[in-house]
């Protein structure tokens, strides 16, 4: 016996203080809102068209750009960044990853965009107190659920200039390469992050809400940590242009454009089959597997071209901190979209009993 759509909703209701959540079971589409946008009583109520900022969801969307562009010959998977980053070129690698940031030996091999797109290259979010993670929060390069105020090229260069955790392929590290390649990319064609994914992603698929800034102000949702203490109001950072356009977490979006993302992709739009197949396929060996700390691999088991991925069924997608969630089950023929403006407090405050729901909806 399978669950209906009320029970999803009656599932999604725990995350309180609101949400909209965007579903496909089998083709039939339900969009749900309920809550607030904001923790005071008197603030307005969640619609269906209100706006989110969608973190790490904004991974996936990254790596179909990627691939798009290299379907179009624009750049390759294996070229190295260093001919449009020269900022990342000769890196040096930290000889104890918890240790001094002088004590390096040279990169055996450049950095690619491959490394890039797989979280592989060495750079990444120092989740233990270290010299490198000091490093990072003095540069302004920690990820930040607001993001940077400091341009892109100043990104670049502050990062380059600190060691790799480890030799570029021989681990996994989340976070920041994402945002390297997403400056690569635009080095690489010479426009920006927005102009790209407009043309490639949100024009074809008609998502309308989607950008790296809040299309209508007035519809976005308050951000909250996991405490529920404001993080950043609806006429705050996202009410604005960002330092730069983050292809690791900087969109915001509504529940149903995410859901045409995810179901476009699900119904073989935008990419080739060879290139939508290699993007939700398992990318990492089992090295850089086990090198990837625990708290970012916690639903997924694996890692894509950009997305998180379960191997075994097939399953793919990618969760946001900032309360998002996002997956495409084909084994169940499901699309699941959760957006929500209260953090995740840990790989234990998932989304888990959400995208079970959904599945166990398809059995009905």
Known sequence: MGMSFDDIWRVADARRPGYVAAVRVRGHVEIHAAGRTAVEPDSPPMRTDTLFRIASITKPMGG???LSLVEDGVVSLDDEVAQWAPELESPRVLRDPAGPLEDTVPAVRPVTIRH???????????IEPTPLQAAMFERDVFPSPIGHSIAGDEFMARVGALPLLFQPGEGWQYET?????????????????GELMAERIFEPL??????FVAADP????AAYDSSLELIDPPDGKFA????????SGGLVSSAGDVLRFYSGMADGELLSDA???????????????AAAPAAFLPSFASWGLGTGVIPETGAWGW???????????????TVAVLLTQKAMGGPDDGFDDFTAAVSAAALV
């Open 240 to 247: 604005h242009p960002p330092g730069f356009e983050q292809l």
């Open 116 to 126: 890039l797109l797989t979280l592989t290259s060495g750079w990444g979010v120092v």
């Open 64 to 66: 179909v750009l990627t």
């Open 177 to 193: 390469s994402m945002n390297l390649l997403g400056i690569v990319l635009e080095r690489a064609t010479g426009r920006s992050l």
């Open 275 to 289: 290139s939508r197949a290699a993007l939700t396929s398992d990318a990492l060996t089992a090295q850089q597997r």
């Open 206 to 211: 008609k998502m309308r809400d989607t950008a």
């Open 218 to 221: 007035a519809r976005l949702a």
């Open 319 to 333: 969760t946001g901190g900032s309360g998002t969630t996002a997956s495409v089950d084909p084994s169940h023929d």
